[in-house]
């Protein structure tokens, strides 16, 4: 699991970013939930950058693991950053 | 032939509709299209380019290309900062365009679609309707004019390219559409949400007149309506039946399943966009509307002989 | 990390063995798995045959749907056609769309995986030999059947997505709607089973030593794909129950009149609709990232951010879905966080794009047919991957969407990203199974008129669509500008069915089925350990893997796979059996003994298909019978299954000794079970939201719902369900032999409350009465049938606690049940609060 979690980490981040901002914008609207959820989530990503920045390369299965989460760290970044600006201009 | 001339109603035509904007709902969108059509063609010969390099480049530059610093490079990188652009671009114009309450003041009309053609109603500053048409939408230039748009049965959309994006119509639902035209003339629009049956022939147009002639068109068609001369072709109309799906203003004609008659006469089409309109195709509308549109609620009136539709379809011309 | 299950990594170095191997072993493999003969060929559940059925029948409907794209193009040649009149039309381009989607590409590629995961994992077999047969058989006359209706002028016309309510009873009244909702609705549980089957065979079926930085792409590629199915399907297969509901019992879903809403149904289809797309792309990108090493004579570059890539693409893809409703009428925020994801899921995209180029730039690329079907497609897809950039911006949308734009888009998207990989595919690995290779000259030829015809047919339409030509139009007027553009469409898809008539001469010249032995074999010098010698059992031993490549690393490998110096190099047991390994490193944990050929998942196919079918021309007495007699037919080839055989431990090679018979957590039948439960949790959360829904949308039309505190006794009996199931397994793990008798009251407990539940609701609202009460008797229905199926398994369990096959304390059957019952217990305490919470 431990495994699964640190390969996975920054997508499931993004999932809930996604899915939370969905569910504010279709029950109850508000830029300050937003934010929060996006600065929560961008919190989580940093987390999880440093915990992928600190684990062993010691073999390749532990490289590779280690790149694959600093990846999907990175991606998630991306695509919450992305995420967060919709409701600046919904007017 | 002013026949042809009439049927370029309907949608098509060159320069294509979508790039060729006639409104400010419609303009900001060609200029984003234009820059992602132009932008996409750049970006796809720069991957060709690549591949090209890759298949049959010089060795100094294949290395250059194989590695992940590259893929980094072109399949990351390149992209963020391309699609950051795009995104904000996006999503203001969204915000922009997107349909809010109705502004004070303007222009208000409800278009509901229906199996296989569009009911109009013009609504006064309360939203009550105050006169009907159909298949045909008149508006002022140069002012917005807010859209309603219902359905009556199945999901419709409704799209008038050249004035702004598509819109669907969805039972239960009222959702929002705000064009406005800058130049007058008729913009062909058609339904572009499958709806089953005729869908490919369910047409519409608006007409945009000068603020003007819109004033006089919109003063004549209120004014009260002079009960018509009684004639052969309104006798036929009103005892074969035809009374009880059409409403003529005025007549004793009040049905509501199918299109208001009251103005055909000064349509630009029939059937929803498909035909000119003139005696010739009223005519054979009436007849044989089932080979005309296959599907549409319309039955034939095959029991008319040719003296008779010539009747019918004088008498529906003069209805202006 | 050096151990996952404390195995010694140490030990593999024994591989590979140098003493001789005894006489008689490969002929007992050869016994055990041997070729079917007559009317067995109904009966095999080798993947080496139902692979290529599975394959064959899916390239059929790709045949057939394609020869309905041809008429569509004759129809829309010029104006106002007189081809085929608008009802034919309607149903054609409704059938061309479902049948390439539903019936070709998932079961093509999930058929892909069917054939050749085992081989490139070096398993003997796939988990579940007998799920593979009855997934194929299902969908083979599933499939027949359903696009047999064309014939007959009763093939659903509502378009592929199945819009309410066009398709509702009032507007579609006839059972051609039925024929999809059923068929299909049947059909995707023919997808799920594969998923469940590619899940567990790529996690717990890999040769020792291939740990999951060491798996093949492909691999990778249908494990994201079957989990990509596992969490999307349920969203359409609940969507297609309701709709059905909704037209035989009058329950308003969908029917905006009577608190229902016809934009659930959309959101529902798209949660599947759009990761659709993407479980059709990521197994063909993941045979790309195959074949383009092979094809470049040069290590994948790339490889760990193309596994990113894929696991990525499998996350983001389902924050797209509302992209296909931008016109809908959206608020412009939440339009704006699909945009938003819309552009990130083009991401990965890019990443795979770029590797595979990169891939060509290290090596030596060479112009055979796969490796210009390869480069086609890169060329063809990120062309369409361009157009789907355009379309995630929402006003470009509200232009495009609806119209050719789309369907030159989606068809770049598809075609350049399955369609051509999937012929790259052909050319590459029929040698695999084929006497002889493909003609290379025949082959070039039939890329060069599919890449023409491709571009000819649908390039244009990115024109006629700019210019406002609608989709799913059955004809247009003379005078719309249109014409010129059409007709060059219809001779780009003439040219491009050329090519793929070329394709069938060249197949029909030298295809030659060789499952057992003869195979043209590697042509292509490719590494992966599908080019291993094999037979019906794959290969002779099953080697150590060091590397990604390893026939490229080891050149002796093939050798000593085929002398039997690796694992398992006989049948230890007797049986038909594989290795299961663990899911991160793939160390042996146990030997899996697997069911051979049988009859009875062939007639519980045939009997699904006729319950079904009988179904949708309503003879509901033959569909009961039917329907009774798939049920026993399944029991009956369970029955053969989870029997221990008398050799507790065997050796599979080197003294390395593995149990033969394994329970709990880490078996591959406990994981299956977690993964159906995970799709019935995915159903019913999907009809949660249907209900959560409706009340935000509708919320004029409801009713309070019973209180809250009638449901605590009910609340109460669902937890009682959950600790009895999980005391049965406890006690009868300290041999309480009697401790079946929990879980069977636990399971017959079940229906019972939902009865009070039900009560309680029916003082309130009936299913017809509104949205509401569809949308809460709809949850009550799917408890229904899953209470259902927890008292037939505790049944089952039961019977086979008295016929005395469960002799252990520990059971496989046990677990199953037990934690199926549990789960019954805990999704109907989820819906029986949530069902009172909403509106309350």
Redesign the interface.
């Known amino acids: 699991m431990r495994t699964w979690a640190i390969l996975l980490g920054g997508l499931l981040v993004w999932t809930v970013h996604f899915f939370g901002l969905y569910a504010v914008a279709e029950i109850a609207p508000s830029r300050i939930a937003t934010v929060l959820l996006t600065l929560a989530c961008l919190a989580a990503d940093g987390w999880l950058l440093a915990l992928a920045l600190r684990l062993g390369r010691a073999d390749a299965f532990a490289a590779w693991r280690r790149s694959v989460a600093l990846g999907g760290v990175a991606l998630s970044l991306v695509a919450v950053c992305w995420q967060a600006l919709p409701p600046w201009f919904s007017g | 032939m002013p026949a042809e001339t009439d049927l370029k109603a309907v949608l098509g035509g060159w320069p294509p509709a979508v790039l060729d904007p006639a409104g400010p709902y419609s303009e900001p969108v060609t200029l984003l299209s234009w820059a992602l059509l132009v932008g996409g063609t750049v970006v796809l010969l720069i991957v060709l380019t690549a591949l090209g390099i890759a298949l049959w480049g010089a060795p100094a530059l294949r290395a250059r290309l194989g590695g992940d610093r590259a893929i980094w490079v072109g399949g990351v990188a390149f992209p963020v900062v391309v699609l950051s652009a795009l995104l904000v671009w996006g999503l203001w114009l969204t915000g922009d365009l997107a349909a809010k309450a109705p502004r004070p003041g303007e222009m208000r009309v409800r278009v509901t679609g229906e199996m296989w053609w569009w009911r109009v109603a013009y609504l006064d500053e309360a939203g009550r309707p105050v006169m009907q048409d159909a298949n045909e939408l008149h508006v002022p230039v140069g002012s917005t004019v807010l859209l309603e748009l219902d359905s009556a049965d199945v999901i419709h959309s409704f799209w008038v390219p050249r004035l702004a994006g598509k819109m669907d119509m969805i039972p239960g639902r009222r959702n929002l559409l705000r064009i406005q035209a800058d130049q007058p003339g008729t913009y062909g629009g058609q339904c572009a949400e499958y709806c089953g049956g005729p869908h490919a022939l369910m047409g519409f147009a608006v007409v945009a007149h000068t603020p003007e002639s819109f004033a006089r068109w919109r003063a004549a068609r209120l004014a009260p309506r002079p009960a018509p001369a009684a004639s052969r072709g309104q006798a036929l109309f009103m005892q074969s039946g035809c009374a009880a799906c059409h409403t003529i203003a005025g007549t004793e004609a009040r049905g509501l399943a199918g299109p208001d008659l009251t103005h055909v006469g000064s349509r630009r089409t029939l059937g929803a966009g498909i035909l000119p309109n003139n005696r010739g195709t009223l005519a054979g509308w009436i007849a044989d509307s089932q080979t005309i549109k296959p599907g549409n609620r319309m039955p034939n009136y095959k029991q008319f002989d040719a003296e008779e539709l010539g009747a019918l379809a004088d008498y529906l011309a003069t209805l202006k | 990390?050096r151990s996952e299950t404390g195995f010694d990594p140490a030990l593999l170095d024994r591989f590979p063995t140098q003493d001789e191997r005894p006489e008689g072993e490969e002929e007992q493999l050869k016994r055990i798995w041997c070729a079917p003969r007559g009317w067995e060929y109904l009966t095999v559940v080798n993947n080496n045959y139902v692979g290529i059925y599975y394959l064959g029948t899916a390239f059929l409907f790709f045949l057939l749907a394609g020869m309905l794209g041809l008429l569509m193009r004759v129809q829309l040649a010029a104006p106002l056609m007189d081809v085929l009149?608008?009802?034919t039309y309607?149903q054609v381009f409704t059938m061309h769309g479902t049948v390439m989607m539903f019936l070709f590409a998932v079961p093509m590629v999930e058929a892909a995986g069917v054939l050749l995961l085992p081989q490139m994992l070096a398993a003997r077999d796939l988990p579940f030999p007998r799920l593979s047969a009855y997934a194929f058989w299902a969908y083979a006359v599933g499939g027949l059947a359903f696009f047999g209706s064309l014939f007959i002028g009763l093939a659903p016309?509502?378009?592929w997505f199945m819009?309410p309510?066009?398709t509702s009873k009032a507007?579609?009244p006839g059972i051609n709607t039925d024929f999809w909702l059923l068929g299909i609705g049947f059909i995707e549980i023919s997808a799920i089973a594969g998923a469940i089957e590619i899940i567990v065979g790529v996690l717990r079926h890999r040769a020792p030593g291939m740990?999951?930085?060491?798996m093949p792409i492909f691999a990778w590629a249908m494990l994201v794909f079957a989990v990509m199915i596992v969490i999307a399907f349920p969203s359409v297969i609940l969507a297609t129950l309701l709709l059905e509901i909704e037209r035989a019992f009058n329950w308003p879903f969908f029917d905006?009149?009577r608190g229902g809403?016809?934009?659930l149904w959309q959101h529902l289809f798209w949660f599947f609709g759009h990761p659709e797309v993407y479980i059709i792309f990521l197994p063909a990108a993941g045979m790309m990232s195959m074949i383009i090493p092979t094809v470049a004579r040069a290590e994948l570059?790339?490889y760990?951010?193309i596994?990113?890539a894929m696991?990525?693409t499998g996350?983001?893809s389902?924050?797209v879905w509302a992209h296909h409703m931008f016109?809908?009428?959206l608020?412009?925020?939440?339009?704006?966080?699909f945009?938003?994801?819309s552009?990130?899921v083009?991401?990965?995209a890019?990443?795979?794009?770029?590797?595979w180029?990169?891939?060509?730039?290290?090596g030596k690329?060479r112009f055979n047919t796969p490796g210009l079907f390869a480069?086609g497609s890169?060329?063809i897809f990120?062309?369409g991957g361009?157009?789907g950039?355009?379309v995630?911006?929402?006003?470009?949308?509200?232009?495009?969407?609806?119209?050719y734009f789309i369907v030159a888009h989606l068809h770049y998207v598809l075609i350049g990203g399955m369609v051509f990989p999937l012929f790259a595919a052909m050319y590459y690995w029929i040698p695999m199974v084929s006497r002889r290779a493909l003609s290379e000259r025949w082959g070039k030829w039939v890329f060069g008129l599919m890449f023409g015809g491709m571009n000819v047919a649908f390039m244009p339409m990115h024109?006629s669509?700019?210019?406002?030509?609608?989709?799913?139009?059955?004809?247009?007027?003379p005078?719309?500008?249109?014409d010129m553009l059409n007709l060059i469409s219809t001779l780009g898809a003439f040219m491009l069915a050329a090519g793929v008539l070329l394709f069938l001469v060249d197949m029909a010249r030298n295809f030659r089925l060789a499952p057992d032995d003869g195979e043209a074999g590697n042509v292509f010098g490719a590494g992966t350990l599908e080019w291993l010698p094999t037979a019906l059992y794959s290969t002779r031993s099953i080697p150590v893997v060091k590397s990604r490549e390893p026939l490229w690393d080891d050149p002796k490998i093939s050798d000593d796979v085929e002398q039997g110096r690796y694992f398992l190099p006989r049948s230890a047991t007797g049986r038909r059996e594989t290795i299961v390994t663990s899911p991160?490193?793939a160390e042996p944990q146990y030997l899996q003994i697997m069911p051979g050929p049988s009859v009875w998942p062939f007639a519980a196919a045939l009997f699904t298909a006729g319950f079904f079918l009988a179904l949708t021309v309503q003879a509901y007495l033959f569909a009961a019978v039917s329907g009774v007699l798939g049920v026993l037919a399944v029991l009956r080839w369970l029955a053969d299954t989870d029997l221990p055989v008398p050799e507790k431990d065997v050796d599979i090679g080197a003294g390395i000794r593995v149990p033969t018979y394994a329970t709990g957590p880490q078996t591959h039948g406990w994981w299956a079970m977690i993964i159906l439960v995970i799709v019935m949790g995915m159903i019913f959360a999907m009809a949660l939201f249907g209900l959560a829904f409706l009340w935000?949308n509708?919320p004029s039309f409801w009713t309070p719902p019973p209180p809250m505190t009638c449901a605590l006794p009910i609340a109460t009996g669902y937890l009682a369900i959950i600790a009895a199931a999980w005391g049965t397994r406890v006690l009868h793990r300290v041999g309480k032999s009697w401790a079946v008798l929990p879980v069977l009251v636990a399971a017959a407990l079940a229906p019972v409350l939902l009865w009070v539940d039900i009560g309680d609701w029916m003082a309130v609202t009936t299913p017809q009465s509104g949205g509401q009460g569809a949308a809460v008797f709809g949850l009550f229905s799917l408890q229904g049938t899953v209470a259902g199926i927890g008292v037939l398994m505790a049944a089952y369990l039961c019977w086979r606690k008295l016929r005395g096959v469960i002799v252990d304390r520990a059971s496989n059957t046990l677990d199953l049940a037990c934690l199926f019952v549990a789960y019954t217990g805990a999704q109907g305490l989820v819906g029986t609060l949530f069902a009172r919470a909403i509106g309350a």
């Open positions: 990390m009149p608008q009802a309607n016309d509502g378009g819009y309510p066009l507007y579609s740990s999951l930085d060491k905006a009149t809403d016809p934009v570059v790339g760990r951010l596994v990113l696991v990525a996350f983001i389902f924050g016109a809908t009428g608020p412009p925020m939440t339009a704006g966080f945009s938003a994801a552009m990130a083009s991401l990965p890019g990443i795979q794009v770029f590797s180029i990169a891939t060509f730039a290290v690329p480069m890169v060329v990120v062309t361009l157009t950039v355009m995630a911006l929402v006003p470009f949308d509200w232009q495009a969407h609806d119209t024109l669509g700019l210019m406002g030509m609608p989709r799913r139009v059955y004809t247009y007027l005078g719309s500008g249109w991160l490193l935000g509708q």
